[in-house]
T-cell receptor, first 116, second 115 residues
Framework: DTAVSQTPKYLVTQMGNDKSIKCEQN?????MYWYKQDSKKFLKIMFS???????INETVPNRFSPKSPDKAHLNLHINSLELGDSAVYFC???????????????FGPGTRLTVL | AQSVAQPEDQVNVAEGNPLTVKCTYS??????LFWYVQYPNRGLQFLLK??????LVKGSYGFEAEFNKSQTSFHLKKPSALVSDSALYFC?????????????FGKGTKLSVKP
């Protein structure tokens, strides 16, 4: 199936650990995103990558680092995890149109991160 | 500051009745407006968008939304609600000229449709 996939679906870890979340899209899109959804369901963009270049970084702590080996993958690596990092992380992708980025984004199923 | 407001945390509707989920925005210039739906333990799914043209936009699952520039609103509507429409609905805006792909999301409105 064509889709945006994320692994793992659930991630439980201790404070201070380093973890990664993987994202892959087979939609042929050229832009990928990471969002954080907190316990109140508030959704905020963290990063996006277009053609392997970071184009958004919304005041996210530098403990978070996106890595894109190719335009079909955008992984999220988190160093020194903190309690406040507990959230659901969504990957998304879209295809940029000439002159703008108004095409809809396709979301993955989410990764629920719990930091103990 | 540019923002999106969804004034209702929850909307309750009886099955078969019309539904409206409200959204207002505050951005510079002409916005691109979107509605997404999130079912429990799932990612967001695109419903519809307004870029330009006809103010009434039709989308997936029988939903539609009306862009009202003077009221800076983009309310989501459906003539006849289904129990399966129960979910969390997000309005989002990409400010014209904003960072590529940068969407500002509202806080979400939980729609509950009772049989």
């Amino acid at each position: 199936d064509t889709a945006v996939s994320q692994t793992p679906k659930y991630l439980v870890t201790q404070m201070g650990n380093d973890k990664s979340i993987k994202c892959e899209q087979n939609l042929g899109h050229d832009t990928m995103y990471w969002y954080k959804q907190d316990s109140k369901k508030f959704l905020k963009i963290m990063f996006s990558y277009n053609n392997k270049e970071l184009i958004i970084n919304e005041t996210v702590p530098n403990r978070f680092s996106p890595k894109s080996p190719d335009k079909a993958h955008l992984n999220l690596h988190i160093n020194s995890l903190e309690l406040g990092d507990s959230a659901v992380y969504f990957c998304a992708s879209s295809q940029a149109s000439a002159g703008g980025y108004w095409n809809e984004q396709f979301f993955g199923p989410g990764t629920r991160l719990t930091v103990l | 500051a540019q923002s999106v407001a969804q004034p209702e945390d929850q909307v309750n509707v009886a099955e078969g009745n019309p539904l409206t989920v409200k959204c207002t925005y505050s951005v510079s210039g002409n916005p691109y407006l979107f509605w997404y739906v999130q079912y429990p333990n799932r990612g967001l799914q695109f419903l519809l968008k307004y870029i330009t043209g006809d103010n009434l936009v039709k989308g997936s699952y029988g939903f539609e939304a009306e862009f009202n520039k003077s009221q800076t609103s983009f309310h989501l509507k459906k003539p006849s609600a289904l129990v399966s429409d129960s979910a969390l609905y997000f309005c989002a805006v990409r400010p014209y000229g904003g960072s590529q792909g940068n969407l500002i999301f509202g806080k979400g409105t939980k729609l509950s449709v009772k049989p």
